[in-house]
């Protein structure tokens, strides 16, 4: 239902219960009044005629009937006298006050009380009658009270006619409200209102041309903002598609090197060694530290091989690999303690196992070349989740561990989210660093 009809409906039973109400004060007050004036009407009238029949009853009808005809018609009575045979010898005139007029029956119903009958009784048999008529006083009210509903319909109709242009016109601005808020839900957030009639309406205005250009500036930045996600999204898969690369040229460069550049470098050693074992002196020299030389050169590419890819995983699995690093720092430091804890009880998969190793690698060199650290502890726990400890007693992080240029740690942290897990980088108390991974079991294998 319209604003404009539910007001004018309000407006429409609030005026008619109001009309109908003075319609029934007036009513009620009209019925009080005509109950009032038939009861000292008919009061009055009953002693004026006991007093008559008084005076002639000795005279006869003759005198008495002279009188009645004289006297007329009472207003609110009428006067009938009948024989003792039951003939009527006399009626009163009808009243010539508003003759020939009558209220509506249903009004008179309505208002007339009830009207008592007296009966005065002649010493000779004849009878007087004395009924009270309330007729005149019921028109009289009639015609105070029609006209109350003649100006209360047109007043009603006058009423809800100008409340129906009066809210019509405070309403007119609502349209273009509205179509301006489908204008802006079906995207053209350039729309503005006009200026509109009436304080509110301004106002709603005012508000509305407010809110177009912050909607449209709150639309602009979250479409940057998706488009920022969007290309997040796919550095992030680039960057992952770019890791995956990375590592499969690193596994093939280090299966190269050991396959082939080892047994290329083993040979040479061993044709130094030939060489080195004849008699030319010169020879055996150079010999000598060709083998020297090939020797230091294998220990190197040994060393390398781990930090390209752990050809191990492939092999021997996640926990003999991770033995095999620390005893192979420890050879390297022995004054710097290691030690390894882990509880590895599922395959993980190549991607999460690659992953841990490739944080504990990190932390550890780190701790080793930076940190000055002289204990470093590694510990991998697998219960609902798979959790990576490395913990040192070095300096700790530099203040500037996060800025950009930083490729080692952002890159460790990258690779535990694609794996849907979080990496922490904590200083520890009093001091020292924690390196500290957690992973979902079931990540991507």
């Known amino acids: 239902m319209k604003l404009r009809t539910h007001v004018n409906l309000i407006v429409a039973g609030l005026s008619a219960a109001f009309f109908l109400l003075v319609t029934w004060l007036e009513f009620d007050i009209t019925r009080r009044a005509v109950n009032e004036e038939m009861t000292g009407a008919n009061t009055v009238a009953a002693r004026l005629i006991a007093g008559v029949v008084d005076v002639y009853q000795d005279a006869g009808e003759g005198p008495l009937l002279i009188f009645l005809k004289q006297l007329g018609r009472l207003r609110a009575h009428e006067i009938s006298i009948w024989a003792a045979a039951g003939v009527e010898i006399y009626r009163s005139p009808p009243s010539p006050y508003k003759a020939g007029r009558a209220a509506p029956q249903w009004f008179s119903a309505l208002l007339t009380p009830p009207l008592p009958e007296r009966t005065f009784m002649m010493p000779n048999g004849t009878q007087l009658h004395l009924k009270a008529d309330a007729s005149r006083a019921v028109l009289d009210g009639w015609d105070h009270l029609e006209p109350l509903i003649a100006y209360g319909a047109i007043a009603f109709a006058v009423l809800n006619a100008l409340v129906f242009w009066l809210v019509g ?54 479409r940057k903002a998706r488009d920022a996600e969007e290309r997040l999204q796919e550095r992030r898969e680039l960057g992952q598609l770019i890791e995956q690369r990375l590592d499969e040229e690193r596994r093939l460069i280090a299966r190269e090197l050991h396959d082939e550049f080892a047994q290329s470098v083993t040979a040479i050693r061993s044709l130094a060694v030939v060489i080195a074992s004849q008699q ?13 030389e090939a020797a230091r050169l294998y220990d190197a590419m040994h060393g390398l091989i781990p930090r390209l890819a752990p050809l191990s995983l492939d092999t021997i699995g996640l926990a003999e690999t991770l033995e095999g690093f620390i005893r192979d720092w420890r050879q390297r430091h022995p004054d ?6 882990h509880e590895i009880s599922m395959p993980l998969g190549a991607s999460v196992s690659l992953a841990v190793y490739r944080i504990i690698q990190e932390s550890v060199i780190n701790a080793v070349r930076h940190a000055q650290s002289s204990t470093i502890a590694v510990e991998v726990d697998c219960a609902d989740r798979l959790l990576v400890k490395v913990m040192d007693d070095g300096t700790g992080l530099p203040p500037d561990w996060s800025r950009p240029g930083r490729f080692g740690l952002r890159g460790l942290r990258e690779r535990v989210t694609q794996l849907g897990g979080e990496l922490q980088l904590l200083n520890r108390d009093p001091h020292g660093t924690a390196v500290v991974a957690a992973i979902p079991l079931g990540s991507q294998r």
């Open 169 to 222: 016109r405070a309403v007119a601005p609502w349209p273009v409200i509205a179509n301006g808020l489908a204008r802006i839900e079906r995207g053209d957030l350039d729309y503005r209102l006009p200026a509109l009639a009436g304080h509110e309406a301004g106002l709603i205005a005012a508000a509305f041309n407010r809110m177009a250009p912050a909607v449209q500036e709150k639309l602009a930045s979250e």
């Open 336 to 341: 710097i303690t290691f030690t390894l804890r």
């Open 280 to 292: 030319d002196v010169k020879s055996a020299s150079a010999a000598q530290l060709i083998s020297t």
